[in-house]
């Protein structure tokens, strides 16, 4: 048996209210008849008189083009939006994720809020859809850079054509050590994003992290023209040594790519129940424009000069999740002699 559309069933629906409220209306005046029998001299039983058949039919077919005209524009604000709706879930199951359905013109409560939720959720969904495709794009490019390399010198050694001496390999390993970085970097972004990132938190010597970060990149820093001033107070926090040796690995090496060689400061200090790590460098510092997205994954500012240095667009995004998963947070302003700052604010407790 077919089911009957909404439509119909409001119509029908109304229409048999109608008519059953007029004969209930009727049933209550032969009601008052009986009561008041011995009043009423031309009582003669509950069947109608012509005159009162008259007036009950009359009654009853305004009721139903009233009742009718009720339903079709009540079904009318619930079906419109509703087939939008339908038609809007059939084009995303096909595809089609810029797809939304409309509300239509002075839609119910209910049915305007469930428009509403299902255009946010194709939205999100769209923008989910967006974001991985760029995310696969993006890092397919960047990790062609150090295969290519490594495919380029290891089959010039199998053609003859490169000398498989100490030398070469340490440029091998120097790309290694980049792919692994990378990939790391990747893991600890789209761990945060999909709100998997796992911190092993244990209390440390804040100092004592720091200083082994500066030990392994002083040698590269001083190489690259930079003078290293530290300022650190001793202070134990409950963090992820492993993720907040990483962070700053990647400010130290984001300085070391595109800052001006220069003194570089890094420093701690307390700021109420926060501690700050601090890095500032001797410029040229972010350009305005670029400060908002500057922690954005796969952000540069300069994206061919970011290419050229090696950069994947990931170390400050990599600072971010690290603070931010931390319940702390990372910010970048100017010095007073025109570098840069940068901050990771981590709370003591």
Sequence with gaps: MPRRGVSTQILISMAAVSVFSSIVGYLFVYLAYVVAEEYVSNFQGWLPFEIEFSVLLLSIVPALMLTGWIAIRLTRRILAPLNSLATGAQRIAAGDLSARADPGDLPLSETAL??????????????????????????AHELRTPLTILCGKIQGVVDGVIVADERLFHSLLLQINSLGRLVDDLRVVSLSESGHLDLRKDRMDLSEQIGSVIEVVRAPLIESGFRLETNLVDIEIFADGDRIRQALHALLENV??????????????????????????SGPGLAPEFVKRAFEPFERADPSRSRHNGGSGLGLSVVRVIAEGHGGESSYRRSSRGGSIFEISLPLT
Excluded: K
């Excluded at 307390?270 to 890095?279: A, C, G, M």
């Design 256 to 281: 070391r790519r595109y800052a001006v060689p220069g003194l570089l400061n890094i420093e701690t200090l307390r700021l109420n129940n926060n501690i700050l790590i601090r890095v500032e460098d």
């Design 114 to 139: 469930l428009i509403s939720d299902f255009n946010t959720m194709a939205s999100r969904l769209q923008d989910m859809t967006n974001n991985l495709i760029t995310w696969n794009a993006a890092i």
